[in-house]
């Protein structure tokens, strides 16, 4: 019995010397992929769509499947702290983020973990502006009507938007900036009980995705969208807010991709970077995202990089002052 | 009459196959502490990408149903609830099996589950249309009623003393304010950075109930099967019986699809809310929390009624009617199919193919579900020790695997182990949880109706304005008016006897 004991554990202790991670044979065994969000939600979702083609043998992707894993909590933090501090650097461990809303976090709260320096991008899949919502029966018909009432009755109009400092509610602070009038947010725990407050009626509008507002059509009129041109698959006649004259950037554009820890090898982050935006180009996944109403943006790491860091600094200018 | 085009879709043979696998799978997922029907389903989703939408959707639909049901196996013989939609069928399904009448709570619990189940299913197929606005009707002040409604709930909820029952809702309630503020964005007690996900109600469900039952089997190193003799009922008894208690059936199927269609709410509250409803209407108060059989068929019709219902929004407006309806949203979203009248017209053949499919399980699930009743007697009979063991492993596992996060494992271990210590002292477990699940509730309609009514005329106005708000609270005052009145009533009548 000892001496069966002993063969295991040699045979274990093997097996772990064997899984010290040598870049040229990167990956040898499956990538986990945490996501920040429940299963189900449109991070999880999207993530499993464009990892899906990972270990497909006939393409030259990644020859290793990649595995979801989900630590929701707190808006994202909990996942997010955790892969920040307790991530291996060995690149078997990678994140899905979501900006607006982790660069957000990180400028207004104390104890989150994570920021734009610790963290290395890889390439972004996807890129859902929000856009301004109003309930099929409104009043408003176009976005010049709300800033009139807006100005006239300061503080009545309601949004619903995800929460807070998430894509959402950076776009209505931006769009009660330009618009000068004082206007109502209402946080609501995810993006669709916020379009269910609009659709109901129990808010006057509200900021929301586009691809949930994209499907929600029979319910709700579609006012504007917030980003810098118009989204031409599905949206073609919306119109943005900068050609309604609200000075709105792409500031609240909710980014999705994969990141790696810092000080995961420059050569795997390297190896990645060329392997993956491949991968999300793949046509099958393309096809799956289109079916699912997903916006795709895919964009290499230097892109992604350019793009956190501008983030940053727009963000930092706009939560001045906001902190909770 | 439009499904009944489709009903033949149902019986080829590979989606025959795939009801009758969803629907095994399910019962023993459900059965596995901290498998919740939404984990279930949720885990299950990738595996739909390589199916045809309608096996896909087959598949979700028929785990989803028994995942639902299958938590009762363990409420009933281990004392500990699946999920927390079998919360109130723990209070007299254990107590029937430490009576040696496990076979028959099971019976009970699956004839009953499957009446509601119908029921539900049936308000599906037919009020559809009807019902499709209702679930926009519901507001934040609306949602904080009926959250106090589920609070009044937890007074009568502990059968032995209110005031320990108010007590633990309160603790319940307190728990379920740690962590991050979805609304405000404030946190609160988080002393430890693993708190700031807050307590996760999975975690918390399976050490309250869990932990306490391992403990207590270890201090008395007693076997069940040497307490009792097996009691001998034939399922042909059951069935009878369970179909004459019209009355518990009717609460509870009703009580469940009205609370289906309720965005949001879900099965948990409709167990025990219908649970609370049957208890005070019935003739033998004195009986519930013993083994009254009426305690399980409320409660189980139910909680399987809510499920038809909750998707009567999801498949409408795309608005989901439970936690599960949820994430049942994105299995319908890989196959592009898109909630709203598309679903009824150009995926008309997928969606009452689905919904077809749904009514078929119910009876797949009674048919297994009877089964695994008969095999119920060898659980009851493993030795305690290995019991312990094995429902110790079960924990753990389970927990860790709602968000993989060792934290929530600790949490568990920590509620589990106070709690036994708690029950000591007379109090139960049933009114923490129910706490935990009403506080955010609660507590995140109010703040957004608070937002809301400072644009319009304050607070007040905006809770206690429209038939809506007014219909819940006088549920929640007669509720709680019943309950004194039945309260002072035992009373008066102990004192003359």
């Known amino acids: 019995m000892k001496k069966l004991f002993l063969y295991f554990t040699f045979i274990l202790s093997f097996l772990s010397f064997g899984s010290v991670a040598q870049a040229g044979d990167y990956p040898d065994r499956p990538i986990s992929v945490t996501v920040a969000y429940n299963p189900g939600g449109a991070t999880d979702f999207q993530a499993r769509l464009v990892t899906m083609m990972a270990s497909h043998p006939k393409k030259d992707y990644l020859g290793q499947p990649i595995v979801i894993v989900n630590k929701p909590g707190a808006g994202g933090k909990v996942g997010w702290n955790w892969f920040a501090t307790k991530a291996r650097k060995d690149g078997y461990d990678l994140a899905a983020y979501n900006i607006p809303h982790f660069v957000s976090q990180s400028i207004v709260f104390d104890d989150t973990k994570y920021n734009i320096d610790n963290l290395e991008p890889i390439a972004n899949w996807g890129a859902d502006p929000a856009v301004l919502i109003v309930g099929k029966d409104s009043p408003f018909n176009s976005v010049a009507d709300m800033v009139k009432f807006a100005k006239a009755n300061p503080g009545k109009v309601t949004f619903s938007g995800a929460g807070k400092f998430v894509g959402h509610h950076i776009a209505f602070l931006q769009f009660q900036k330009a618009s000068g009038a004082k206007l109502t947010y209402v946080p609501h725990t995810g993006g669709v009980p916020a379009l269910t407050a609009v659709k109901g009626g129990q808010v006057m509008a509200g900021f929301n995705n586009l691809s949930d507002a994209f499907r929600s059509q029979n319910d709700i009129k579609i006012l504007a969208i917030a980003d810098l041109q118009r989204e031409k698959t599905f949206l073609p006649n919306v119109p943005t807010l900068k050609e309604e004259g609200l000075d709105v950037d792409n500031s609240s554009v909710n980014f999705r991709g994969i990141m790696a820890p810092k000080g995961t090898p420059p050569e795997i982050i390297e190896f990645l970077a060329a392997k993956v935006p491949l991968m999300f180009n793949d046509k099958k996944t393309l096809g799956q995202m289109k079916k699912g109403g997903s916006p795709v943006r895919i964009m290499n790491r230097a892109e992604v990089q350019e793009m956190w860091k501008a983030r940053k600094v727009s963000l930092t200018k706009l939560l001045a002052g906001l902190k909770p | ?497």
């Open chain 2, 1 to 497: 009459m439009e499904f009944l085009n489709y009903f033949s879709n149902v019986f080829t043979f590979g989606n025959i196959l795939i009801l009758i696998l969803g629907t095994v799978g399910g019962l023993l997922l459900g059965a596995a502490p901290g498998l919740s029907p939404t984990m279930a389903v949720a885990l299950l989703i990738p595996f739909t990408f390589k199916m045809s939408p309608e096996q896909g959707l087959i598949m979700l639909g028929a785990v989803y149903t028994a995942t639902v049901a299958g938590g009762a196996i363990s409420a009933i013989l281990l004392k500990i609830p699946g999920a927390p939609a079998n919360i109130a069928t723990v209070m007299d399904g254990y107590p029937m099996a430490q009576k040696g009448k496990s076979k028959e709570a099971l019976h009970y619990c699956f004839i009953s589950s499957f009446v509601g189940g119908i029921i539900g299913i049936l308000v599906l197929i037919f009020f559809t249309p009807l019902l499709a606005n209702v679930a926009l009707k519901f507001g934040p002040s609306h949602m904080f009623w009926i959250a106090i409604f589920g609070v009044t709930v937890i007074a009568t909820l502990d059968s032995n003393s209110i005031i320990k029952g108010l007590f633990s809702g309160a603790l319940g309630l307190w728990l379920a304010t740690i962590g991050y503020d979805s609304v405000l964005g404030v946190e609160r007690f988080v002393f430890n950075p693993i708190f700031s996900g807050g307590i996760n109600i999975i975690a918390a469900l399976v050490g309250l109930f869990a932990i306490p039952q391992v403990l207590s089997m270890l201090e008395k190193k007693q076997d069940l099967s040497d307490q009792f003799q097996m009691e001998k009922k034939s399922l042909f008894q059951s069935m009878k019986y369970n179909l004459s208690r019209f009355k518990a059936l009717t609460i509870g199927s009703i009580t469940g699809v009205i609370i289906g269609l309720i965005p949001g709410a879900g099965g948990q509250i409709a167990g025990l809310v219908s649970y609370d409803q049957i208890k005070k209407v019935s003739k033998n108060k004195e009986n519930f929390g013993k083994g009254e059989p009426d305690g399980i068929i409320a409660a189980e019709s139910a909680n399987n009624a809510m499920v038809g219902p909750s998707l009567v929004p999801l498949l409408t407006l795309g608005v989901p009617g439970s936690p599960t309806a949820a994430v049942l949203l994105g299995g319908l979203l890989i196959h592009g199919m898109f909630p709203g009248p598309n679903l009824f017209t150009i995926y008309a053949e997928t969606t009452w193919t689905f919904i077809n499919s749904l009514l078929v399980a119910q009876f797949l699930m009674l048919i297994f579900g009877l089964y695994i009743s008969g095999l119920a007697k060898y659980v009851i009979k493993t030795p305690v020790n290995y019991m312990a063991a094995a429902i110790t492993i079960l924990a753990i596992f389970g927990t860790y695997s709602v968000q993989h996060n060792f934290a929530d494992v600790m949490v568990m271990l920590f509620l589990g182990v106070s709690m036994f210590f708690l029950s000591k002292f007379g109090f139960t477990a049933a009114p923490i949880v129910l706490g935990l699940i009403l506080g955010p509730i609660a507590e995140t309609n109010f703040s957004q109706a608070k937002i809301i009514a400072d644009t319009q005329n304050g607070i007040f106005d905006y809770l206690t304005i429209g038939p809506l708000n007014l219909t819940i609270i006088s549920l929640c005052i007669l509720s709680i008016i019943y309950g004194l009145f039945t309260e002072i009533k035992k009373k008066t009548n102990d004192k003359d006897q």
